[in-house]
């Protein structure tokens, strides 16, 4: 079983603040990654990290910003949230380039009034 | 760039029914993947594909990955009230998209008691 962590499971708050989502995973995976997406609908991939010190935009434009210090753990951070920025953020980490699976954190339920 | 077309988009059967979904592309994949979600909850890995023509099994679950590399197909025997979920195919594809996953839109399976 992964291994993967995610916290807050839920967050509402107010429009300005800046929030930093955690994940981490305990499996040594050097690929780690960040998915956007409204409830019931696709995924989307905002962020990538394929080691330390290494980041990546995704295929959607996002307004938060990650970072990688060390393999277990790639926090997620908005300086200045939004309604806009409602949705449910995923957190995902894979063993290898070439096989591909990705295991999924449990996510981040982020609400901006 | 790369899509996957996956289809049904919802599926609303009776309980002990047979369940077929599909995912197509007009691209070659080396891997396959096949996840489950449940709300409020992160994807969770079913089924894994590595082989073209390659068949595999997970209990209820039966999955293939298309001869010619661009299809894949989910079956699920027997449905039961707990097979509820959103269903998402993904594809790797190790030239292409950095070697990032690449997901379907999903199916969302409802079913009858």
């Known amino acids: 079983e992964a291994d993967i962590y995610q916290t807050p499971r839920y967050l509402v708050i107010g429009t300005g603040k800046k929030i930093t989502l955690e994940c981490s995973q305990t499996?040594?995976?050097?690929?780690m990654y960040w998915y956007q997406q409204d409830p019931g609908m696709e995924l989307h991939l905002i962020h990538y990290?394929?080691?330390?010190?290494?980041?990546e935009k995704g295929d959607l434009s996002s307004e938060s910003t990650v970072s990688r210090i060390r393999t277990e753990h790639f926090p997620l951070t908005l300086e200045s949230a939004r309604p806009s920025h409602t949705s449910q953020y995923l957190c995902?980490?894979?063993?290898?380039?070439?096989?591909?699976?990705?295991?999924f954190g449990p996510g981040t339920r982020l609400t901006v009034l | 760039g790369q899509q996957l077309n996956q289809s049904p988009q919802s599926m609303f059967i009776q309980e002990g029914e047979d369940v077929s979904m599909n995912c197509t592309s007009s691209?070659?994949?080396?891997?396959w993947l096949w996840y489950k979600q449940d709300p409020g909850e992160g994807p969770v890995l079913l089924i894994a594909?590595?082989?073209?023509?390659e068949l595999t099994s997970n209990g209820r679950l039966t999955a293939q990955f298309g001869i010619t590399r661009k299809d894949s197909f989910l079956n699920i025997s027997a449905s039961i009230p707990s097979d509820v979920g959103i269903y998402f195919c993904?594809?790797?594809?190790?030239?292409?998209?950095?070697?990032?996953?690449?997901f379907g839109k999903g199916t969302k399976l409802s079913v009858k008691p």
């Open positions: 995902a980490s894979a063993r290898d380039r070439g096989v591909g699976e990705q295991f």
């Open positions: 499996m040594g995976h050097d690929k």
């Open positions: 990290s394929y080691g330390v010190n290494s980041t």
């Open positions: 691209s070659i994949f080396n891997t």
């Open positions: 594909l590595y082989k073209a023509g």
């Open positions: 993904a594809g790797l594809n190790y030239g292409g998209s950095q070697g990032n996953l690449i």
